[in-house]
Nanobody
Framework: QIQLMESGGDSVQAGGSLKLSCTSS????????FGWYRQVPGNSREWVAT???????HYTPSVQGRFTASQNGAMTESYLVMNDLKTEDTARYYC?????????????????WGQGTQVTVSS
C-alpha cells in the first residue's frame, strides 16, 4: 500500500521560510508527479502547486515567486520550499501523488494523499 507522509510544518513569523517534505513508501508504479494543497478549517482544499514527471512546476498565483515545488530524482519525495510567508498562508498542507499503473498523462490523477502538516504564520 502506498503511503505519503508530510513533514516540516511549523509556526513562523511573516516573512519567514519553511521547507515541507513529502515522503512516499510502498509499491509504486508509474511515478507521474506530486501535488501540494492546503486547507483552512471551514474552507475547501486549495491547490497550491504541482510538479510533474519532467520536473516542470506550476503554482497558484498567490504563491508564484514565493514557493518552489520539486522532487527527488527517484520521484519518491517531493518538497515545497516556502519563502516570504504571509499570514494568509496559514493552513494545513497536504501532499498528493500521481502514481498509477500505465503511462502518465498530462492531467494529474491523485491516487494517494498524506495526512497533512500544519503551517502557521503569525504577524
Amino acid at each position: 500500500q502506498i503511503q505519503l507522509m508530510e513533514s516540516g510544518g511549523d509556526s513562523v513569523q511573516a516573512g519567514g521560510s519553511l521547507k515541507l517534505s513529502c515522503t512516499s513508501s510502498g509499491v509504486i508504479f508509474s511515478k507521474c508527479g506530486f501535488g501540494w494543497y492546503r486547507q483552512v478549517p471551514g474552507n475547501s482544499r486549495e491547490w497550491v502547486a504541482t510538479v510533474r514527471r519532467d520536473d516542470r512546476a506550476h503554482y497558484t498565483p498567490s504563491v508564484q515567486g514565493r514557493f518552489t515545488a520539486s522532487q527527488n530524482g527517484a520521484m519518491t519525495e517531493s518538497y515545497l520550499v516556502m519563502n516570504d510567508l504571509k499570514t494568509e498562508d496559514t493552513a494545513r498542507y497536504y501532499c498528493a501523488a500521481d502514481f498509477r499503473r500505465g503511462a502518465c498523462r498530462a492531467e494529474p490523477s491523485w491516487s494517494v494523499w498524506g495526512q497533512g502538516t500544519q503551517v502557521t504564520v503569525s504577524s
